[in-house]
């Protein structure tokens, strides 16, 4: 079974609620829309990621024979389950906000139209996918809005949750604008520029931190990194100078230094000082250790000369909102709109379209959600990408979508791109059509009878 | 490539290293020690989790052809490089502390000795997954420790960061003493026990909710759970007492009933009254919806009559503390003890084991971390579990661990067992025989002369 791409990485109600609308023949058309429920608290905008993932998952879906085994060896299911689900691939339309787009509380991101057991199985994976590279891609995006012009890369494999965590917030935080990550296999897997420095075991596993640099450089002769923060790090800058000044006689160049630890902005401008007095201003320097989009402001407040960033893990596990209340709801089944009306959550039934205005300067202005029919002025958000179980277009590339990202960025109201809270949140709209609809249906569910049975 | 086991799920840093060590010829015996700096403020202990995915990933480490082509062609690396990474398996050994213990800062829970290279490139990975289980268990131990004897049920897939996280939380989860997840492919991979009810999806897509539950019974009679606030919470208690009438006399019986907005204390009361005055007091109530072992706490110090509770994105994000401080430090090269003195950062060096006291009542008293030739009194924490790259014994059962891990809680200071954070932090004493050789090593590290080169 592959881990990222089985059907059984779903919720057991899933299957559960499947044989029930087997046996019950409940096959007609679902329409079900994934939105997040609100912002966190410390996010002004959300930015959309892993629909690509999304929709390669929605197109392999089918059940392996060992998957089908388990079925059919379950108590709970049996063969005629099993047969079903054997049979089972997902044929139906998906309408969705491109990756890159910055979205906000209560709009559909995703739309399925599809028959029921289709769009019911596929909710926990969709909303698994979507929410992580989601919340990762809006949380480097603040990153890169507080140091548009440094290099920022990702460090974070070792403390993501997980392998396909490590990964996919390589390519969230890529989406997002960061210039590439440390995760080898997003290379090979996504095309994204790798970074790489050397570690402390590196430096420490030789007699001297001076030899480590010396092999390094030896064997990575056009612009290594040397890692500084061992042992001493001015002492080490100033022993740099030296191994610089030999090295250029023999054409090697050293082409940054990290900072892993202590005050980065006194090391940085200290070090900064050393390199700059002995001719070496070429030697960048690169910060790491325990970073996130806060620290990079208050460092590049403070003055500090630091060319690029490592972000790791306050990146990839979002760890100041480590989850997005991410929910895929049915909102339509057999033609007839449905809402959910559980204390505090309620949904907006009926298929959606979020409708953006832009000021004279360009900027967002506001959103409205409307139900699809009921056309608002503005650039409606959600298209077209799945048809009947095939893309409608082929894949965006990763360059595309960045360039979409950073058009976003530019287009954000002002108050939304700062670190802090917005005062006056960004304002979501919701069209008299669909408060409308929305009463609608309610009477309906309050006159049904109470039946007994 | 498998996601999870590929060699290139690791840093570049890694490989650039690996062929620095290569080139230099650098393969003597190195000691890395994996241990986490220090607990999150919430939490008063860890559960070790994780070595078994930790010991898979090493035996079966070998890098595949189409791994081998991106490494050739790669330009920092090329053929050479590649034909040696061809060749690499881990043949070293692994002391762990095993899977279900209790374990605090600085004391390493995982000790690799294996030429430089194979304990080098690991590095990535091995925190990867040993942080992950091991941040989840010890969130899943609170709940246990809160609810020992209700049913807790792993909800989290769907929010989890990724495939693996949410596979992995299930398995971390239950071996903290979670009864089981709700997460499939953790039955088929693990034998985990799931757990499953329905969605609000399926009372929606039905015209009438009390449709929805008869549908649902009639395919599983024996005991399904129906879950009532869609509408109107109250309302579908009162329906399903005489829904369960009719389905008696067919031999239908429904298991419980599951709660999932509102004020779920108040809610459980009033529906277990109208239960328990139908005569229907073998319902059992289960709540979900954003708990964590704060809100069960408190659910069950109000007294409200719930059996089972459904725990999701606290769990599997560990919310209040995504991220363990977990690092893997070399300790030792070629037969020389190392140290990193990095500000804030510095290690403790040579190979370490961790000796645990016990008081007259059985509970933990303090843990002592020495050299490992240093004996001290108590329990040796770390064993043996992989030599030359092959596991000491086979891997150990979920049923093992849970076991161990019951036990542990069971023997944890009293202080320690609360959700809040203990006044007195467990007692983890540094031996002498350490200390001495740290300032042995630091003082050759001075000693070392400023090379002008």
């Known amino acids: 079974m592959n881990l990222c791409t089985s059907p059984l990485l779903t919720d057991l109600y899933q299957l559960t609620m499947l044989r029930a609308y087997q046996v019950h023949g409940m096959h007609e058309t679902a329409v079900f829309e994934l939105f997040v429920r609100r912002l966190p608290a410390v996010r002004n905008f959300l930015v959309a990621a892993g629909l690509e993932q999304a929709l390669s998952y929605l197109e392999r879906l089918r059940f392996s024979d060992e998957e089908l085994s388990w079925v059919r060896a379950d108590k709970r299911f049996g063969p005629e389950f099993a047969d079903y689900l054997g049979q089972l691939r997902f044929t139906g339309d998906v309408y969705a906000m491109p990756e890159g787009r910055v979205f906000f509380a209560d709009e559909p991101v995703l739309r399925v139209v599809a028959p029921l057991p289709e769009a019911q199985l596929v909710e926990t994976r969709l909303i698994n ?61 996504f095309g994204i520029p790798l970074y790489g420095t050397m570690a402390h075991s590196f430096v420490q596993a030789h ?29 080490a800058a100033r022993r740099i100078v030296d191994l610089a000044r030999s090295l250029a006689s023999r054409k090697i160049e050293i082409g940054s230094v990290r900072l892993d630890s202590g005050d980065l902005g006194a090391l940085a401008k200290s070090v900064r000082s050393i390199f700059d007095a002995a001719g070496l201003s070429a030697i960048r320097i690169f910060a790491s250790g325990n970073l996130d989009e806060y620290r990079i402001a208050e460092l590049l407040r403070a ?9 790791g893990t306050s990146l990839v596990t979002s760890a100041d909102a480590p989850t997005l209340d991410a ?6 089944y057999a033609g007839r709109p449905r809402r959910k009306r559980s204390a505090g959550k309620a949904t907006w039934p009926g298929r959606k379209q979020v409708f953006r205005r832009y000021g004279r300067d360009g900027r967002m202005l506001n959103d409205v959600i409307a139900l699809e029919a009921d056309a608002q002025g503005g650039e409606p958000l959600l298209v077209p990408v799945m048809e ?28 939304l791109r700062a670190l802090d809270p917005a005062t006056v949140p960004y304002g979501v709209h919701v069209a008299d059509s669909l408060r409308k609809l929305a009463d609608e249906v309610d009477a309906k569910v309050a006159s049904v009878p109470a039946l007994c049975r």
């Open 327 to 332: 929910v895929y709801k049915l909102q339509e």
């Open 388 to 415: 009947q179980g095939r893309r409608s277009a082929p894949a965006e590339s990763l360059g595309v979508i960045r360039k979409r990202t950073a058009g976003e960025l530019e287009r954000l109201p002002e108050a």
């Open 207 to 235: 007699a001297d931190e001076i030899d480590a640099f010396a092999h390094f450089t030896d064997v990575y002769p056009d612009g290594a990194t040397l890692l500084i923060d061992t042992y001493d790090t001015e002492r």
């Open 303 to 311: 003055g500090a000369p630091i060319d690029g960033f490592g972000v």
């Open 129 to 189: 996918l979507i929410q992580f590279e989601s919340m990762v891609a809006s949380k480097a995006a603040r990153s890169v809005l507080v140091a548009p012009d440094k290099l920022l890369v990702d460090f974070g494999l070792r403390r993501a949750h997980g392998a396909e965590a490590g990964l996919l917030a390589a390519r969230a935080a890529y989406v997002a604008g960061f210039a590439g990550t440390a995760t080898v296999l997003a290379g090979p897997a």
